[in-house]
């Protein structure tokens, strides 16, 4: 994209809706989303490879406590968000169906805002939301996460309005 805009990664099982929880989605699609447009970026899928089946509060917790966030953890020390937080290097905004405060607050650490969403929505109806907070002037959230056209978040004194 030649003019400012936002990066945004929505969490999807269907690549159509922001239909997915943070922690349990199948892909994270990402669009930059300008005043005028949008534009597809990339696809980020997750495997279940190497998962444990749930096992219904019949196996033995040795007295750790379980996150629901950490359901997939095997005991290793492995932590599940990692990798989902990862890919959102170099993203602004993070719609999602839910996530737990811990995700929440690694998203932000990340310096990405999230968004949980109430219901299952349309990634096209998400993007035009955007685009519509973009018109006239966006709000300071907004304009401080950013990008020019060169993929560079853009300081606040530069930004046209």
């Not at 159509?16 to 199948?26: L, P, T, W």
Request: net charge negative.
């Amino acid at each position: 994209m030649d003019a400012a805009h936002l990066r945004i990664a929505v969490t999807t099982n269907s690549l159509v809706q922001c239909d997915a929880n943070f922690a349990s989605a199948k892909q994270v699609v990402f669009y930059d989303v300008g005043r005028d447009g949008a534009e597809f970026v990339d696809v980020v899928s997750f495997s279940k490879t190497g998962r444990k089946a749930p096992a219904g509060g019949k196996a033995a917790n040795n007295g750790r406590c379980v996150m629901e966030d950490m359901g997939d953890d095997d005991g290793t020390g492995h932590d599940p968000l990692v990798e989902r937080v990862e890919v959102l290097e170099n993203c602004s905004v993070l719609f999602t169906l839910g996530m737990s405060d811990l995700a929440a607050v690694r998203v932000h650490n990340k310096r990405v805002f999230p968004v949980k969403n109430s219901r299952i929505r349309d990634i096209d109806d998400v993007i035009v939301q955007m685009q519509k907070l973009m018109q006239g002037t966006p709000p300071l959230w907004m304009r401080r996460v950013m990008f020019d056209g060169k993929g560079r978040r853009l300081p606040l004194d530069e930004q046209e309005i």
